[in-house]
């Protein structure tokens, strides 16, 4: 899998070094690459091989992923979409052995759909960012910051939801 500067740089997406960030408007002083620093504080106070904090890990990547849209690809952030959907409204106890069959929904799905292009507007991705997660220090309190950081995520992608309900029912078949 690419990297996001990879994916940037590939679909001539300027990564902007100094001030907010372009992305998700964090009030950062580095741009998005302050944002993906920030977001590694979560693995400083968790451990992501104890599979309490799985789900923290997985809320985390997909919130980070929907915040920083256009750095990665427009099918990838229909599987994290549709995985907060899945947790959130279907209450999936997600696992790493969901995602590969998520991905393989998304897959058939992509034959016959067009992706979505056009995210919510920079500032309008969720009330939680990156910057907020470094008041945590310690396990519960992180945990709880990265569910809602999730949570705002998903609430700012609600509108997009119709386009993700097919992938969400077969997912939901196919599990």
Not at 28 to 51: F, K, T
Request: aromatic residues 12%; charged residues 15%; glycine residues 4%.
């Amino acid at each position: 899998m690419q990297n996001w500067q990879t994916y940037a740089e590939k679909h001539g997406i300027k990564l902007l070094d100094k001030g907010p960030c372009q992305f998700c408007g964090a009030p950062v002083l580095n741009g998005v690459a302050e944002c993906h620093q920030n977001v590694h504080h979560i693995a400083e106070i968790l451990d992501y091989n104890d599979p309490a904090n799985y789900i923290t890990r997985f809320l985390s990547v997909d919130a980070m992923a929907l915040h920083h849209y256009e750095v990665h690809g427009p099918w990838n952030n229909y599987i994290h979409f549709a995985r907060l959907v899945l947790i959130f409204e279907n209450k999936v106890d997600w696992n790493y052995s969901l995602t590969p069959v998520l991905s393989d929904v998304v897959n058939d799905f992509k034959r016959t759909h067009k992706p979505i292009t056009t995210p919510p507007t920079v500032g309008q991705r969720g009330s939680i960012t990156t910057v907020d997660l470094l008041t945590a220090n310690t396990p519960n309190p992180c945990q709880q910051i990265v569910k809602d950081w999730a949570y705002s995520v998903y609430k700012a992608f609600y509108n997009y939801k119709p386009a993700v309900e097919p992938i969400v029912a077969a997912f939901m078949l196919n599990r």
